[in-house]
Nanobody, 120 residues
Framework: VQLQASGGGLVQPGGSLRLSCAAS????????MGWYRQVPGNQRELVAS???????NYADFVKGRFTISRDNTKNTMYLQMDSLKPEDTAVYYC???????????????WGQGTLVTVSS
């Protein structure tokens, strides 16, 4: 299973970016998916997560600004980031809990990360 994150870049404060995370490989089903971020020297932190049924959870620092969504037909997750702030600057990682067959226990997989820089 591979997760490919994309969509990062440089944006001015107040701007928007949309991140994508596409899962590929041997996939029977995907349970939870989530976006995390990490600043050098800090621990990786949860930004938002989405269950297979579509319910979403957000960290307090992004509530009202970020929106997580999924297209289960494409095994793809998105993060719409609006009203970006300089403190949102980080490497953003996607994660997915995947069952590769009906009988195997689910396991967590991670994408490679995409850099988001919010600066004027």
């Amino acid at each position: 299973v591979q997760l490919q994150a994309s969509g990062g870049g440089l944006v001015q404060p107040g701007g928007s970016l949309r991140l994508s995370c596409a899962a590929s490989g041997k996939i029977f089903s995907i349970k939870n998916m989530g976006w995390y971020r990490q600043v050098p020297g800090n621990q990786r932190e949860l930004v938002a997560s989405s269950s297979s049924g579509g319910s979403a959870n957000y960290a307090d620092f992004v509530k009202g600004r970020f929106t997580i969504s999924r297209d289960n037909t494409k095994n793809t997750m998105y993060l719409q980031m609006d009203s970006l702030k300089p403190e949102d600057t980080a490497v953003y990682y996607c994660s997915a809990t995947v069952k590769v067959t009906a009988l195997r226990n689910p396991a967590d997989y991670w994408g490679q990360g995409t850099l988001v820089t919010v600066s004027s």
